[in-house]
């Protein structure tokens, strides 16, 4: 049961932040139950929205003098529960914190708060004619905040890298309120060990990232698309093998199996995927002009020699935006064919991948579960959809066992437990899959020496 | 570490809301419609997301949250019903239909209060209406309006007062002879000079214009551009008479037993004359109308209500698919703002525009962020108002920010509300309908002799 928060506490939070800013009553809680991932709810005591570093450094003081556990949060878009209360904590919010504090084109870095939106902050570089690289799924919805906890990826990291390589600079509050800076204009190494590289990743864990410095890129000159359409999930991955093995470097390589096709198609997102296809390949090169053909060119005879029925490739940007359209709105259309869903994240080798996508069918038939496939091809990093109903116990449970088969499968291969969404509560009991005691002895340490108290995101990553 | 998974309750207290779980299911919770969202990017409270809009909604359903509790009952009343979250919604979710479900519930649960009650009576009594618009034509031919916002002080009942009053008088007529007239010697080529369609295609069909309420109290003009237009353009324009309110401020209040009967004289107003078209040229009317099949979901009602839908166009649409024919030239610089409920609503973002195309002379500037409501939503400038005031604020100061010689936007509440907070503000605050710029146009051309 969640606690309530004892009135003085929450006065004085009120204090700090404004008493709009403060939400107490428990009919206000039940919206922060859940964030992505809605197979878990639990209200939090309190909900705290700060504007500016110095009311987080003071709101975290209060709470660490009263012992309260503090659960960080950004917009709530983790897939691993990151951001999922416990019910004697309270949740410190970014959400008004959401201003890009500076544009620096000369030297090509942005400094933003951490409630800014990762589209917005592109958005806002696009006249400078730069970018900001990493590109999730989500990222018309994800916080930068919430991008630094969960060192977050996107279709493009295949060329690109994930957040960690872009974050030079970070304005952090500590868990007893203090305020520290790790690194800083540009400098990703500054003296000593790279703190900012320990911290992209954290899971909230480390502390609450108040000011996040980052590298923009310029815009590539030139972009070439390409949608490769399959009868067979094997055949997609096949050409996958076969692309990066041929020397070829997209900036993506995406997959999207059958049952994601229908479900995208019947969605307002219609990307005009033929829902007869058994699996479609979104693949991607930019960079200069010259040999931009030539590389697509090459993509295509490696898809058309893997078995593509036939293979697309956009003439304008419009056509562009349309067939990644279906790739990157797949996880809300599928909202569409089931109640819930639990996307899983794994890492597998590459030449491994037509392999372990047929075992995962195989384990989505023994649990009588519908299994949905669309992830990052290029790099390995899988994400299978598992489609329930909540009300139906026996099938939750049944989840759970898939759930825990196909982890144990991609690590048996040589993978990992996450690609990109992070451990969170979700997949903390699969980290000795992966981490043998020493290593789960070190994380626990690298912790301690952040938050002693154990106050920030407890019960998260490792226990 | 408390991360049960979810068992439900048993239980409802969900009134409307409890035949609604299928619609409630599509929701992933993947938080894309939280930044499309105007309150919640204000306020930062996910209680007035429309992602925990919807979670409130599904604890009521579920059993959890009593529709009487204070977070049910202010969160969806701060929404706009704007439906921006629809649009970006990857799942489909029918947001909007879900809202007025949900204010049913809610209105059950707690009474609203007397001043939205008694518009909403008002609005849905045809001899109330009349004598509603007519103190307001009063006072908008007398300019008591416009000194009463000169005078009045900006808080309280006063502010309220000030504010209704900023609305009526930006209900004036623009002067749109003026433009483009400067030289005074009728510079403009008409559109027979270059070649335009100057002979009227066939008839596309026969059309009959919902007049509405305010349209109709407010903005006749605008009723009566939108027949002549439609007119110019070959329709058969039939008058229909009995016809009502569509009924829309009903259902977003959530009282949709009145939205219901409102729309069943609509229906039978219009079966009865038999148009193959419903023009509308209010977005929020025309919004509502395409969703009569919805509002008599499950009803005997409901397939005649679907044919009726079905048949319900924007003015625009309609343009568009005759043309339509240019006129001749206004000089003038429009500040343009998308309705939401066209874009969000009824997904109609091109045709407005389109119809501005055929007005040689008119330079129209889109507003910085037009996709995002103008906080009129109905009343909400005097319901929340100073939530209200920021987002109306945002959006005039972005119509300003163009430099334009005039606002336009296709629906009477929008051109209220941004007339209303230009006016406010001491700027002239002139607000057109594409209609009546397409009228002028037309009459300068000579398609109406
Ligand atoms: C449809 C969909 C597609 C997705 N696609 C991708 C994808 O392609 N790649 C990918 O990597 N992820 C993806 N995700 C997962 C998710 O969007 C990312 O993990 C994202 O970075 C989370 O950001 P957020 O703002 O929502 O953070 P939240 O979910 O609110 O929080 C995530 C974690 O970060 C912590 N946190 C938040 N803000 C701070 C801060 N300022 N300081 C310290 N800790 C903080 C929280 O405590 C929590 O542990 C997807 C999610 C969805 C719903
Ligand atoms: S975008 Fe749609 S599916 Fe996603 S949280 Fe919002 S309403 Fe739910
Ligand atoms: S209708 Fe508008 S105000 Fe209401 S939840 Fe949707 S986006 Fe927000």
Redesign the pocket.
């Known amino acids: 049961m969640t606690q309530t928060l004892v009135p003085t506490v929450a006065d004085r939070l009120r204090a700090i932040v404004g008493s709009d800013h403060v939400i107490t009553q428990p009919d206000r809680l039940v919206a922060y139950e859940s964030?992505?991932l809605t197979a878990y709810r639990v209200a939090p005591r309190a909900v705290v929205l700060p504007e500016t570093t110095e009311q987080v450094s003071k709101v975290l003081e209060v709470l660490h003098g009263e012992g309260i556990d503090v659960?960080?949060?950004?917009?709530?878009?983790?897939?691993?529960?990151?951001?999922?209360p416990s019910s004697d904590g309270v949740i410190v919010?970014?959400a008004r914190?959401n201003r890009i504090l500076s544009i620096d084109d000369q030297n090509r870095l942005a400094t933003v708060q951490?409630?800014v939106?990762?589209a917005r902050l592109t958005k806002a570089t696009e006249p400078y004619g730069l970018y900001y690289a990493?590109?999730?799924?989500?990222?018309s919805?994800?916080?930068?905040?919430?991008?630094?906890?969960?060192?977050?990826?996107?279709?493009h990291?295949l060329k690109y890298g994930?957040?960690s390589r872009y974050v030079t600079g970070l304005t952090?509050v500590m868990a007893d309120g203090e305020v520290v800076r790790f690194g800083g204009a540009g400098l990703e190494a500054a003296a000593g060990l790279d703190l900012v590289g320990l911290?992209v990743g954290?899971?909230?864990?480390?502390?609450?990232?108040?000011e996040?410095e980052v590298r923009l890129l310029p815009k590539a000159e030139g972009v070439r698309t390409l949608l490769g359409l399959f009868d067979t999930m094997a055949a997609a991955g096949h050409a996958v093998t076969d692309i990066i093995s041929s020397g070829l470097m997209p900036a993506a390589v995406e997959i999207v199996d059958h049952a994601t096709i229908v479900a995208v198609e019947a969605s307002v997102f219609a990307a005009g995927y033929p829902t007869d296809a058994g699996a479609a390949l979104v693949i991607e090169f930019d960079g200069t002009e010259a040999g931009l053909d030539d590389d697509a060119n090459r993509a295509e005879q490696c898809c058309l020699a893997a078995g593509a029925i036939e293979v697309r490739r956009a003439a304008s940007e419009e056509e562009r935006i349309g067939l990644w359209k279906g790739r990157?709105?797949?996880?809300?259309a599928m909202g569409r064919i089931a109640p819930d869903l639990l996307?899983q994240?794994a890492t597998v080798p590459r030449t491994r991948l037509p392999e372990v996508l047929a075992r995962i069918t195989e384990i989505g038939e023994e649990y009588g579960l519908n299994i949905a496939n669309v992830f990052?091809a290029g790099d390995g990093?899988l994400?299978p959809n598992i489609l329930f109903d909540r009300q139906n116990q026996d099938e939750l449970e049944r989840v759970e066992r898939a759930s825990r088969e196909i982890m144990t499968l991609c690590v048996s291969v040589g993978g990992t437990i996450t690609?990109?969404?992070?451990v969170?509560i979700d997949k903390r009991g699969y980290m000795p899959l992966v981490h043998n005691e020493v290593e789960l002895e070190m994380l626990r340490r690298a912790r301690w020496v952040f938050d002693p108290g154990g106050n920030?995101?407890p019960g998260?990553v490792v226990q | 570490m408390a991360g049960t998974p979810v068992t439900l309750k048993g239980g409802s207290l969900a009134g409307a809301l409890e035949a609604q779980r299928e619609r409630l299911l599509p929701c992933?919770?993947?938080?894309?419609c939280l930044p499309a969202c105007p309150t919640y990017n204000r306020l930062g409270d996910e209680n007035d997301s429309p992602r925990g809009r919807l979670h409130l909604m599904l604890a009521v359903v579920e059993g959890r949250l009593d529709p009487s509790s204070d977070a049910f009952q202010t969160h969806l009343d701060r929404c706009l019903g704007c439906r921006a979250c629809e649009t970006v919604c990857?799942s489909g979710v029918e947001y909007g239909t879900l809202l007025e479900l949900a204010r049913e519930t809610a209105t059950e649960a707690r009474r609203p209060d007397v001043f939205s009650r008694a518009l909403l009576t008002v609005m849905g009594s045809r001899a109330l209406r009349a004598l509603f618009f007519l103190g307001g034509r009063f006072m908008r031919v007398t300019g008591l309006a416009n000194v009463a916002v000169r005078r009045l002080s900006g808080d309280g009942i006063a502010g309220k007062l000030r504010f209704a009053l900023a609305m009526l008088s930006a209900t004036e007529e623009a002067g749109l002879e003026r433009h483009g007239r400067a030289s005074g010697s009728g510079a403009w080529v008409s559109a027979a000079d270059d070649g335009s369609s100057l002979t009227p295609s066939p008839p596309v069909g026969s059309a009959g214009v919902l007049h509405g309420c305010v349209q109709d109290g407010l903005y006749a003009r605008i009723n009566e551009a939108t027949a002549r237009t439609l007119d110019a353009n070959g329709f058969d324009v039939r008058v229909v008479t009995r016809q009502d309110c569509c009924g829309a401020l009903h259902a977003h209040g959530g009282d949709l037993t009145t939205a219901r009967r409102l729309a069943l004289r609509n229906i039978e107003a219009f079966e009865r004359v038999g148009v193959d078209w419903v023009v509308v040229n209010a977005a929020g009317c025309g919004a509502a109308m395409k969703e009569y099949g919805v509002l008599f979901e499950g009803d005997a009602m409901e397939e005649r209500a679907r044919a009726f839908s079905d048949k319900v166009r924007d003015i625009s649409e309609l343009l568009v698919s005759a043309g339509p024919r240019v006129g001749a030239p206004v000089e003038c610089s429009v500040a343009y703002d998308h309705p939401c409920h066209l874009m969000h609503a009824q997904g109609v973002t091109a045709e407005p525009l389109q119809v501005l195309n055929a007005v040689p002379g008119v330079d129209v500037r889109v507003v910085a962020k037009a996709d995002e409501c103008c906080g009129g939503a109905g009343i909400y400038g005097m319901t929340h108002p100073d939530l209200g005031a920021r987002i109306g604020g945002d959006k005039v100061a972005a119509v300003r920010d163009t430099g334009a010689d005039l606002a336009c936007t296709p629906n009477p509440g929008c051109m209220m509300q941004i007339g209303a907070g230009l006016r406010m503000e001491g700027a002239s605050g002139e607000v057109v309908h594409p209609i009546e710029l397409l009228d002028q146009s037309y009459q300068r051309a000579g398609y109406y002799t």
């Open positions: 964030d992505g659960i960080p949060r950004g917009a709530g878009t983790g897939l691993s529960g990151g951001a999922l919010g970014t914190m951490p409630g939106i990762n990493p590109d999730p799924a989500s990222q919805a994800c916080t930068l905040g919430g991008n630094v906890a969960e060192n977050s990826g996107g279709p990291c994930v957040t952090v911290f954290s899971e909230g864990c480390f502390g609450i990232a108040t996040i990157k709105k797949a996880f809300g996307v994240d990052h990093n994400h690609g990109e969404h992070g969170g920030l995101n998260k | 992933v919770h993947c938080g894309f990857p």
